[in-house]
């Protein structure tokens, strides 16, 4: 995945970033090395109120319908000095079990929302399968749109905007994939050939009567 601090590639067992020196591991020993639930909507600042949370549930379940193979999630608390936004991304990408209704989904696919209220900050956080869909240049842009929000201290509104921009940074990620087409079979034996499965045991049509001897 990225460095958190200067977006270079990192391994996945690689414990220092070869650019800036970024350690995991001192994060690790910061946080700790388990792995810890993480819940949709997580509001240590406790600034949403039941409405806004269940509302941005429904977002999040609209979201998670749409793309059935990601899923999204919103941590909304201050952090100490010595912690980063993007640290904490890291290490929730790393360390947080998905709270979703699809406990088969691995975090490669999980995106991560931080909310600093205090620090009127966002940052976006990528599991590794997500990282070459939406580019840095995209995140950008949206933390650059969620900005005013967070001055003015509408965070239900800054998360429900973020879901949404990602949403369409999605869909039109999707659309600039170019469709991998195989070549088209030159023979065919039958229907099987064509991803077609007979329901009964496979025979061959009797053509021609057998001669009478
Ligand atoms: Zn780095």
Known sequence: MNCPHCSSQI?????VCSQCGFSAAAIRGYLGA?????ARITDNAQLLSLKHTRHLETVLDDFERRFPQCFMAA???ALPEALTLPDLGFWLINHGAFHTHQISRR???GIVLMIDPVRQQA???LGYGLEAVLK????TQILKKLQPLLTQGSFASAIESAVLLIDK???SAARREPRQLDQPPSVIGDASDLGLHTLRPPTR????APKPH
């Not at 840095?136 to 995140?139: F, R």
């Not at 049509?205 to 021609?208: A, K, R």
């Open 11 to 15: 391994a996945p067992a690689q414990p």
């Open 34 to 38: 388990d792995w810890v639930k993480l």
């Open 75 to 77: 941590y909304m608390g």
């Open 107 to 109: 975090n490669d696919f």
């Open 123 to 125: 940052c976006l956080s």
């Open 136 to 139: 840095e240049t995209i995140l």
């Open 169 to 171: 940074g999605l869909q």
């Open 205 to 208: 049509p009797l053509l021609h």
